[in-house]
């Protein structure tokens, strides 16, 4: 991989990782016509191309800390703060209840708030909600991972998930009224989210878009829905970089790509990131996500055209 390459790869991923449009689909299409031009660049659907699409998304993991570096800190402190009141809660001799109305702090009570309750240990429950959302991603993601990793390969495949992605977001701003805030974050609700975004794994379905459009689907304030979903990337896109790293490792093709292109894919992804959430972030909270739809219908109608013409 050049270093060309990889500064319009990194490029391409930094914008299109938070534009709900699918980085991984205009990632994979790229390398196809790349391929096609006489690149000498891995097929798309090799360990090692698989390596560094996700090396390029932990990069936007950074522009995701930056934008939100006071929602993350903010809740990283109240998680430990609310481990700790839990802690102490449940060892001591006696427990005694957290609140004048006798009410003391149970799984059960911590996962299914009552409206009386819905400020306990909030961020906790984030936290384990969260990490909810990620398993369910998991149990539908890892089953299925040679499945998914077929599509990169069909470029048609694509246009027609690039097609749904599109059909899911101009729906989402239909929907105006979003009662649900944090506080109502459910098992059920998380479970949904999980769902999206263990199918966004298939290249065209944008994780963002996913994530954000069930999050809607189930009520959620627009807000809390992108918030929710960045945050649930974290521990998702390490996890997923993990998994094929050891790929990579078993294979043994670490030098058809190389470190130094690795790492300006890295960096670039991340710059560009920054500029590309701040932008995305606006047209969400107005409710103008129809944008992406119909760029994403043109697209993969030019893309179905340059499959049949061996453009990709």
């Known amino acids: 991989m050049s270093l060309f390459e990889s500064i319009l790869l990194g490029i391409i991923q930094g914008i299109f990782m938070f534009f709900p449009v699918s980085s991984t689909s205009h990632l994979v299409l790229t390398q196809h016509w790349l391929i096609q031009r006489g690149s000498s660049l891995p097929s798309p659907e090799s360990a090692e191309m698989i390596f560094f699409d996700l090396v390029v998304h932990v990069g936007t993991l950074i522009s995701i800390a930056v934008v939100f570096r006071k929602s993350l800190s903010r809740l990283i402190r109240r998680i430990f703060q609310d481990g700790q009141t839990l802690f102490s809660h449940w060892h001591k001799p006696t427990p005694t209840p957290l609140e004048p109305q006798g009410l003391s702090i149970t799984p059960h009570s911590l996962l299914f708030p009552t ?45 027609i998930t690039l097609s749904i992605t599109g059909i899911l977001l101009w729906y989402t701003d239909r929907k105006l009224r979003q009662p649900r805030g944090l506080r109502q974050l459910t098992p059920k609700v998380a479970g949904v989210i999980g769902i999206g975004q263990g199918l966004a794994l298939i290249p065209g379905l944008s994780r963002s878009g996913m994530t954000i ?64 959430l701040q932008l995305v972030l606006k047209l969400l909270y107005k409710a103008r996500f129809r944008y ?14 340059g499959s049949f013409r061996g453009v990709f």
Request: glycine share 8%.
């Open 115 to 159: 409206p009386q309750r819905e400020q306990d240990l909030l961020y906790l429950r984030l936290a384990i909600l969260g990490m909810f959302s990620v398993l369910v991603t998991g149990l539908i993601g890892f089953p299925l991972r040679s499945v998914f990793k077929e599509i990169f390969a069909r470029p048609l495949a694509v246009a």
């Open 213 to 276: 459009s069930f999050a809607l689907f189930t009520g959620l304030k627009r807000q809390w829905a992108a918030e929710y979903s960045f945050f649930i990337a974290f521990p998702t896109i390490l996890g997923a970089t993990l998994l094929q790293t050891l790929d990579v490792f078993k294979a043994d093709s670490w030098g058809e790509i190389g470190w130094l292109p690795l790492t300006v894919g890295f960096v670039v992804s991340a710059g560009v990131g920054i500029v590309a």
């Open 292 to 305: 992406f739809s119909y760029y994403l219908w043109v697209l993969a109608g030019i893309v179905a055209w």
